[in-house]
């Protein structure tokens, strides 16, 4: 015990100078530092001048008792621990004494040992506490605004920074999860970026719900000349230009049966081979797949390969929709303004309380993508340094009133099963209606304008009867 223990100041209080001599000598042959005081109106005097790790002292002293004192350095904010030494018959007021706050009591005349045994107890519960605290204190220090361009302070986001950090050593390969807009692009580049054995090296991505089979599988394993119509010439696919580096497959979920087997040959082996070659290539690629789709369903209906599921799924992340991470918002907002002002050349600098609390109002279907759309917009149509509601779109405006209508209808319990969310739809629709109308129903400038994918946007259409409207492809 003595090694470890010149840092830590014991002080002795007692107006006995034979108890206050022989404890300072034991315990100053123990390795501590220790300073004496005849009684608490000293003891006092001292702590103004330095602290005390620990404070041994006698009940029944002159001037200034030890109960006293412990009141008084209780009122002084002295977080110090107090031992109190007792006669036989005055352990009554060793009890009353622990009642006040006292740390433990010992009765004279002191043992060594006994009084050996009661500090090293109170030390190593000091070095508890103090390590419990310490490690708060790091906890809170890496709750993290941002992490490699990702913002959100939230617990969910937290524990993905601590996941992306946990592989960072490793080339495994990683499914991330989530639905439209929730940035699972940017984790992907977070992934990569932060892999000290991928920095440096390519990162490659493709959209694969936006391509068509033949396209995609040329588009990912490259063809040769002539291998089929419009093939003019020899084309390197993307798992090759990935070669030592990543690449990131979004919409995993749009690959044909066929794609998924030649996609299983790479996780599996790191072999392909061009649309029309015989030749067999190697490469060293690092996948990583996102999609919005629940693929243990679209594996019970056949249309997902277990055996490649197992092999894409060995570090699984799941982004959180906006709407379950809603203490984010004002954080986005902020850096969403930021960045449109500066690229738009608005003077805009903030947003007012009463437009952010209607944000917060919001579901977000289309997640953090469809935040920031709309916050570009706002930032374009503010007419001065501050985003007003009446900056934000009609929908948003109206949102409080759609649903207080929708909660309304369905409190009146007509015996039709009247649901939020079928109250929805038609605000829905009529929204898809007024965007394919600004833009002359061209799918990909609409689906921009709302800020989902052109697949989402596809099956919207499906769902309430669009394609029908109009003749138009793209």
């Known amino acids: 015990m003595r090694n470890n223990n010149q840092h830590i100041h014991i002080m ?26 005849q009684n608490g109106k000293e ?3 001292l702590l103004k001048d330095f602290n005390a790790d620990i404070l041994i002292s006698d009940i029944k002293m002159p001037e200034l008792d030890g109960i006293r004192l412990l009141k008084e350095m209780k009122s002084r904010n002295y977080n110090i621990p107090v031992v109190f030494m007792t006669g036989y ?36 519960e000091k070095t508890i506490i103090e390590e419990n605290a310490s490690l708060k204190e790091k906890l809170a220090a890496t709750q993290r605004k941002s992490f490699h ?36 692009r940017m984790i992907a580049h977070a992934i990569h970026k932060y892999n000290e054995q991928e920095r440096g090296k390519p990162f490659v991505e493709v959209s694969c719900g936006a391509l068509t089979e033949t396209l995609l599988e040329s588009e990912l394993f490259g063809h040769v000349k002539g291998s089929f119509i419009g093939a003019i010439k020899d084309k390197i696919g993307r798992f090759e230009l990935a070669d030592g580096g990543t690449i990131f497959l979004d919409e995993i979920d749009a690959f044909s049966p066929a794609l998924q087997v030649k996609l299983l040959r790479v996780l599996q082996d790191g072999e392909l081979e061009r649309v029309g070659d015989n030749t067999t290539k190697k490469v060293d690629v690092r996948v990583i797949a ?62 007012t309380k009463d437009a952010v609390e209607l944000l917060m109002k919001c579901d977000w279907p289309g997640n953090v993508r469809e935040l920031e759309n709309i916050i570009e ?98």
């Open 12 to 37: 002795v209080v007692d107006d006995e100078p034979l108890v206050r001599r022989s404890l300072s000598e034991f315990l100053t042959i123990e390795g501590f530092a220790v300073s004496t005081a």
């Open 43 to 45: 003891a006092l005097a």
């Open 89 to 124: 018959g005055s352990v009554e007021n060793a009890v009353d004494a622990m009642k006040e706050g006292a740390y433990d009591y010992i009765t004279k005349p002191i043992i060594d040992n006994e009084i050996k045994i009661v500090i090293e107890r109170l030390l190593k």
């Open 149 to 184: 361009n990702i913002l959100g302070e939230h617990e969910k986001m937290q524990k993905i920074y601590t996941l992306i950090e946990a592989i960072s050593n490793t080339r495994s390969t990683v499914l991330i999860r989530g639905e439209s807009g929730t940035g699972k």
């Open 290 to 351: 996102a999609t919005n789709q629940s693929l243990e369903k679209l594996i019970e209906q056949g249309k997902f390969r277990q055996d490649l599921y197992y092999r894409l799924n060995i570090i699984s992340m799941e982004i959180p929709p906006l709407r379950d991470r809603k203490s984010d918002i004002p954080l986005l907002i902020e850096s969403f303004i930021e960045k449109h002002a500066a690229h738009s050349k608005r003077r805009v600098k903030e947003i």
């Open 377 to 474: 917009r706002a930032v374009i149509l503010s007419k001065g340094e501050y985003i007003t509601p009446q900056d934000l779109p009609e929908e948003i405006l109206g949102i409080r009133e759609r649903k207080s209508a929708a909660v309304a209808a369905s409190d009146e319990g007509n015996g039709n099963g009247f649901k939020l969310k079928d109250a929805l739809k038609e605000p829905e629709r009529d929204l898809l209606v007024k965007a394919l109308n600004s833009v002359n129903w061209n799918r990909n400038e609409a689906a921009g304008v709302l800020g989902i994918n052109r697949t989402t946007l596809y099956k919207k259409m499906v769902r309430y009867g669009l394609l029908s409207k109009n003749g138009k492809k793209n």
